[in-house]
């Protein structure tokens, strides 16, 4: 969607830890084997962490884009996302250094064989028309969606990064190119990998194409399955090109929830926001009133209920 100005403050780095290299676009990294970082890679692996096992063999065919980011011994994006992964799991400070609580964690971890939870997941953006996101979830497809990325004004950024900021729901405010002010209340399941861009849901009428100011959009549905399998240090690849096709499997669908009278969530501020009134999330008398009026002059049933068709109206 729209490019969400914040600031994150990475964890400062302790004596004896394993500083993984910061977030960058730029996919260079050291190519000086450590120890210390392969020991670290080693027990990560073991536990979940990497898509590899203890031995570094891969445990699924893996994407080529996924499968070209591994280095044994060396500090980079991979490793940081899963030393992420793990302190989320551990309830640490997640900042991608392996510190002393968390080498003690991640000892503690190992030789209790404890497993992530979550398994492995891996987040592919490509550009190419038409636009998509794919997500695999230990080498499973789990998730393929049209998606809508940066307009040329406001491009989403190439390379690979981790996931490092989670909202379920959020108010984005900002500045669009030509100096106008929006404020989108409501936005869902927000998954923030670089900078103030993120994977999100957004309503749109169509995906697949540049259309956010350096988000990457999702249909609502889909961005919902997006968040069960993301997690903080989940990696996320933005392409500019690569293999792109029509999205088929999981969840390729637009699927527009049902709203009527006495509902409050945030779907309804989206609903709100559609309609020109005040998004408070709460489908009351007022907004009843306001929907059977829209349903009226755009010669559907008149019932206060939002389905497919009124979505499509709206949106049109």
């Excluded at 991608?96 to 503690?108: D, E, F, S």
Aim: aromatic residues 12%; proline residues 6%.
């Amino acid at each position: 969607m729209r490019r969400q100005i914040m600031s994150f403050v990475a964890g400062t780095s302790m004596i004896a830890a394993v500083a993984l290299i910061p977030q960058t676009a730029s996919a260079a990294t050291s190519t000086t084997v450590n120890n210390s970082v392969t020991q670290l890679q080693k027990e990560l692996a073991a536990l979940g962490y990497l898509p590899l096992t203890s031995d570094f063999q891969w445990r699924f065919a893996p994407p080529a884009t996924l499968q070209a980011l591994w280095q044994k011994g060396v500090n980079n994006v991979m490793t940081k996302g899963a030393v992420m992964e793990f302190q989320e799991v551990n309830h640490l400070s997640i900042d991608g250094i392996a510190g002393p609580q968390t080498w003690a964690a991640l000892t503690k971890a190992y030789e209790a064989n404890k497993m992530n939870p979550y398994g492995y997941t891996y987040v592919l953006v490509s550009e190419q028309a038409p636009e998509t996101l794919r997500i695999w979830s230990n080498g499973k497809l789990v998730l393929s969606s049209l998606a809508n990325t940066g307009i040329a004004q406001r491009p989403t950024t190439l390379g690979t990064f981790p996931v490092y900021e989670r909202y379920w729901s959020q108010e984005m405010r900002g500045t669009n190119p030509n100096g106008s002010y929006y404020d989108d209340p409501g936005v869902p399941y927000v998954n923030y990998f670089y900078g103030g861009e993120a994977i999100h849901g957004f309503w749109r009428k169509t995906y697949g194409s540049p259309q956010s100011l350096g988000c990457v959009e999702l249909p609502i549905s889909n961005a919902k399955i997006a968040w069960n399998y993301i997690h903080y240090g989940t990696l996320v690849t933005v392409q500019k090109g690569g293999t792109s096709q029509q999205p088929s499997g999981p969840s390729s669908y637009v699927n527009y929830p049902t709203l009527h009278e006495g509902m409050f969530n945030n779907d309804v501020k989206i609903l709100q926001k559609a309609l020109g009134i005040a998004a408070d999330g709460d489908f009351g008398p007022m907004t009843d009133a306001v929907v059977k009026n829209f349903q009226k002059q755009h010669g559907l049933t008149v019932d206060g209920i939002v389905g497919q068709m009124t979505w499509k109206a709206l949106l049109a």
